[in-house]
């Protein structure tokens, strides 16, 4: 059973709980949203929930603007870590090939290519429990020269400390990406090998070092409505909320623990989308993993919700994404505008 309150996390927590809302009210920085009140804007008529988010949208981006971000695995598989949906977990049996880190050079090309189609960001993840001293130094190198390309920079490395942390915001980096994935009550049905206050602590440690913040989650996992709420309970009581908040679809990975769960209602996805902008007016909501299995309606639909972002590019991590020439045509056909 989901908890109707928001979970107690050292992170998460702040002092005095705001009184319960007597409708699903605007928020304010300093409101906590209780789980209640974001199920509440699950349960509205879709209609009203996608046009509440709008006009939040509105209050605070141009309507229209897209932020694109590529993608790159510099380290792919092998990882110690057991998450259910993960390709790259070494003891799921998927058949994915262990690679060793990308050299410098080669990850360059990939920037350069992303650069020159029209990336702003540049994401370089690694299947790692957290990285070891010779391969942060590495990422870091591989930080700043991505950054002299005119990049923002972000990376996904698995747990930092605070020295860590700090390393990497002084060779620049601009994001961290790093998911509280599911709610606080389904993160160890997902995960046993790390809780998800190792992953609250790393956020804690990533925002000190002055690095913005990714962070997101993922649905479609048998999580729920309630789950669903939970997840972005978590992410919108963060003080701030993450300046970035990927919203992937699980993307099923045959050999995986969850290569074979329920199928979500397209619809909730989008759901889950526009409640992330109510409660987050002022992030970056990304429409993240599964949009190759998304048709251009239902993309169309996740914008309408309040989706600012999208990765760009032929490949996520393991597995593919939408061609850009199809993403550079449906920004034409609705007249998005890239940023
Ligand atoms: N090891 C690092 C970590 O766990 O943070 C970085 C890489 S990990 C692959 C980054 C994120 O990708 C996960 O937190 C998860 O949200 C997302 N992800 C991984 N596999 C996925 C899948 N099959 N479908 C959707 N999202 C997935
Ligand atoms: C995030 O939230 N989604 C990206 C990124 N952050 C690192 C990863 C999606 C991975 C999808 C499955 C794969 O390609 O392996
Ligand atoms: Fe490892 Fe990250 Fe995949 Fe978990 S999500 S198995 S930590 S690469």
Redesign the pocket.
Known sequence: MMTTSASPVRFAARPAPEPAPAAISPVSAQTRWRVADIEALFALPFLDLLFRAQETHRAHFKAGEVQRSTLLSIKTGG?S?D?G????AARHHTGLERESLMPLEEVLEHARAAKAGGSSRFCM????RSPKEKDLAAVIEMVREVKKLGLETCV???MLDGEQARRLADAGLDYY???V?TAPDYYNKIVTTHTLQDRLDTIEKVRDAGINVCSG??VGMGEGQAGRAGLIAQLANMTPPPESVPI????P?PGTPLAEGETLDPFDFVRTIAVARITMPKSFVRLS??REQMSDELQALCFMAGANSIFYGERL?T?GNTDAGNDMRLFARLGLVSI
């Open positions: 990882c870590e998450c949906y993960c390709s790259q993840g690694a299947a790692w996904t490395l698995g990406n790093h998911n994935d989650g993922i992937n679809k699980l993307v990975f993993a599964g991590l597995t």
